[in-house]
């Protein structure tokens, strides 16, 4: 990594770090601010885990909610500020992925019979998934380019609104009205083809 880039991600680190230390003060604002930053990462780190937009968006919800909570936690002496967030979205996505096959086994068993042998996953599931995955690339490839490529950016490469800004080179406005269009079309396009596919 060239110097300036090491200085570009000392100064990201500090910054976090001290939006995190305003939330321990109870500044709501921190929290905006953090949520701006890093919840493009953040949903992309969920939805490669979920495999579902919904739960993905789920999960960042909730990792937003605890970092508030548990702000006074984080320990700089220990690690940086973004890959301790990024743990709590990971551990929130994943208690949540299992929490969903926990309950899903358990509607499962209430309505079959205990001594029939079910497999884990019907081919119907599976075809679903597949379905709704060709729904989402047929989505995503309906956007426009410029929408198209910062959603990309940030949900499959994982880059924060100001890296993309800084990489693109666009304002940052820009590229928050792109990803938040795109993300709301992307949204329209999978609900309007779920309902049409009942």
Do not use: C
Not at 23 to 33: F, H, K, N, P, Q
Not at 118 to 147: C, F, M, V, Y
């Amino acid at each position: 990594m060239s110097r300036a880039g090491a200085r570009r991600l000392d100064e990201t680190e500090d910054i976090e770090a001290s939006l995190l230390a305003r939330m321990v003060r109870g500044d709501e604002g921190a929290l905006r601010m953090l949520y701006d930053r890093l919840s493009s990462l953040a949903y992309g780190m969920a939805l490669r885990i979920a495999r579902n937009p919904d739960a993905a968006q789920d999960a960042v919800q909730e990792a937003f909610l605890r970092v508030w909570r548990r702000a006074d936690t984080f320990d700089p002496e220990r690690g940086r500020a973004r890959p301790w967030f990024l743990r709590l979205v990971r551990n929130v996505a994943i208690d949540q992925l299992r929490s969903r096959g926990v309950r899903g086994r358990a509607e499962m068993e209430k309505s079959h019979d205990a001594s029939s042998d079910i497999p884990s996953e019907q081919p119907d599931d599976i075809a679903a998934r597949e379905e709704r995955a060709a729904r989402i690339r047929s989505a995503l490839a309906g956007l426009p380019p410029d929408q198209r490529r910062a959603v990309e950016i940030a949900y499959f490469e994982g880059l924060s609104h100001s890296e993309i800004a800084e990489r693109e080179g666009m304002p940052l406005g820009t590229v928050k009205t792109r990803i938040r269009e795109g993300v709301l079309r992307l949204r329209a396009y999978i609900v309007r083809s779920e309902g049409h596919g009942d």
